[in-house]
């Protein structure tokens, strides 16, 4: 696929992202270097910030996948590269990263990570980055840069995951480094839905078409709300959800959805 042809703002080609879909309501963005297990290089994550801006401003698309072409979802920072570019080098690619990872967390529209294979450091990151975490029975994670980079995790994975499944279990997993399953990520409430690996695209893709099937404006308000909410109080957090629930009453979606209801039909949504 020419990607310069469906974003023509593109400057320049992308040669480690591939996307399906991307001018219609539900978008696959790949990440696509298989050969290195989608390790995060400087380009690929300059490109990644590229991609995102870029598909933010499209008010067509309701849900973007992120997923990873081959055997692996991303298997963290390209140490060869670090290796042979040195610090300064490391530094420049680590605050880009920072940026795709923020620009993931504040997409206007749903995110759903697809993870098959692995999942490893900033990979991991890139997916707590996600709103909906999907992963194969098979998928493995770690964060094991206190052991295999001499830090600690620099792409907001202890942040992240100390709100997501607290304290203890976040210093469990940043100081051991160690490797942990599917199920386990399950059970602490790192990943929302585990399946079978040969099924891990055709429950993300149908779980993508119910989600853009409702309203999209009342999809991203949603959002808005339940990643506004965390750092808020109750009072604060309540006055935020009348504040962005009160204007669909007088709006189109809401009138389309009674009509639907009336008429025993599927409701029709327009884009936002």
């Given at each position: 696929m020419d990607l310069n042809n469906i974003l023509p703002s593109l400057p320049t080609s992308w040669q480690t992202l591939r996307l399906d879909g991307a001018d219609g309501p539900v978008?696959?963005?790949?990440?696509?270097?298989?050969?290195?297990?989608?390790a995060m290089s400087h380009q690929l994550v300059q490109e990644l910030v590229e991609c995102l801006s870029l598909l933010r401003e499209r008010r067509s698309l309701r849900v973007l996948?992120?997923?990873g072409d081959g055997a692996a979802f991303c298997s963290g920072g390209d140490l060869k590269e670090r290796l042979a570019e040195g610090a300064s080098?490391?530094?420049?690619?680590?605050?880009?990263?920072?940026?795709?990872?923020?620009l993931l967390d504040n997409f206007p529209c749903p995110v759903i990570a697809m993870i098959n294979g692995s999942a490893i450091a900033g990979g991991l990151e890139?997916?707590?980055g996600c709103d909906i975490r999907i992963a194969a029975d098979d998928a493995v994670f770690a964060l094991p840069e206190v052991l295999r980079a001499g830090g600690f995790p620099g792409g907001g994975g202890p942040v992240r995951l100390?709100?997501?499944?607290g304290r203890g279990r976040t210093s469990l997993l940043v100081f051991s480094a160690r490797q942990f399953s599917a199920c386990e990520a399950l059970e602490f409430g790192i990943v929302d839905q585990i399946v079978p690996a040969d099924s891990l695209r055709k429950t993300t893709a149908d779980l993508a078409?119910?989600?853009?099937a409702n309203s999209p404006a009342a999809v991203r308000a949603a959002k808005v709300l339940i990643r506004g909410s965390l750092d808020l109080n109750v009072a604060?957090?309540?006055?935020?959800?009348?504040e962005l629930r009160?204007?669909?009453?007088?709006?189109?979606?809401?009138?389309?959805?009674?009509?639907?209801?009336?008429?025993?039909?599927?409701?029709?949504?327009k884009d936002a």
């Open positions: 978008c696959t963005l790949w990440l696509s270097r298989p050969e290195h297990r989608n996948i992120l997923g080098k490391t530094r420049e690619q680590r605050a880009t990263g920072l940026r795709a990872i923020e890139l997916a707590l100390t709100k997501m499944i078409a119910d989600i853009a604060e957090a309540l006055q935020l959800s009348r009160e204007p669909f009453e007088d709006g189109p979606d809401f009138t389309e959805a009674l009509q639907a209801w009336r008429a025993r039909r599927p409701p029709v949504f």
